[in-house]
Structure formats: C-alpha cells, structure tokens
Nanobody, 121 residues
Framework: QVHLVESGGGLVQAGGSLRLSCEVS????????MGWYRQAPGKQRELVAS???????NYADSMEGRFTISRDNAKNTVYLQMNSLKPEDTADYYC???????????????WGQGDQVTVSS
C-alpha cells in the first residue's frame, strides 16, 4: 500500500504565504507524478500543480506565478509553496502520487487526506 501524509495547511491573511508538504511512503517502486489538487466548498476538485519524476512542472493558469511545486526524490516528498494568497485560494488541498508499487510493479494512484487552507481577507 501507498500512503500520503500532508502537512502545512492553516489560516493565513490575504497576501501571506504557506508551504504544504506531502510525504509518500509504503511499498513504492517508483513515483512518476506528484501533484496538488484543491477543492473549495461546493466546487469540483481541480488541479493546482504537478511535477514529474524528471522535474517537468504543470500549473493551473490561476496559480502560475504565485505557487511553486517542487519535489525531493530522496525523501519521496512534494512541496507546494504558495505566495500572495487570496481568499479565493481557500480550499482543502489534496496531495496525489502516481507510480508503481514493489508488488508486481502494479500501478497506484493515491491521495492524501486533505489539508485545509483558509485565507482571510
């Protein structure tokens, strides 16, 4: 099994910054893609940013320039640095990881439990 544990969320004022972390553990053979998604109340879950094992990054248009995704392959950890936060960034942020396990190299697509980010105006 593959487990994702997130941390770093909380309450921040508009214009402030937060850094989310997500550590992946378990029977991991590879982590091909790591990403962050968010879901605001009453809205669908949406991609925030993703990064491949080779370091290729992809951002949602509204986050590019304010958010930075990075990963530490040695620690199986992905980070999301969020700057210039806005009230509309308030949401539950979910970590995602995709790859293969050691068990017969089966594929996994795993999610963290969600981390709440609240931006006050």
């Amino acid at each position: 099994q593959v487990h994702l544990v997130e941390s770093g969320g909380g309450l921040v004022q508009a214009g402030g910054s937060l850094r989310l972390s997500c550590e992946v553990s378990g029977s991991i053979f590879s982590i091909n893609s790591m990403g962050w998604y968010r879901q605001a109340p009453g809205k669908q879950r949406e991609l925030v940013a993703s990064v491949t094992s080779g370091g290729y990054t992809n951002y949602a248009d509204s986050m590019e320039g304010r958010f930075t995704i990075s990963r530490d392959n040695a620690k199986n950890t992905v980070y999301l640095q969020m700057n210039s936060l806005k009230p509309e960034d308030t949401a539950d942020y979910y970590c995602n990881a995709r790859g293969r396990t050691r068990h017969r190299l089966s594929e996994y697509n795993s999610w963290g439990q969600g981390d709440q980010v609240t931006v006050s105006s």
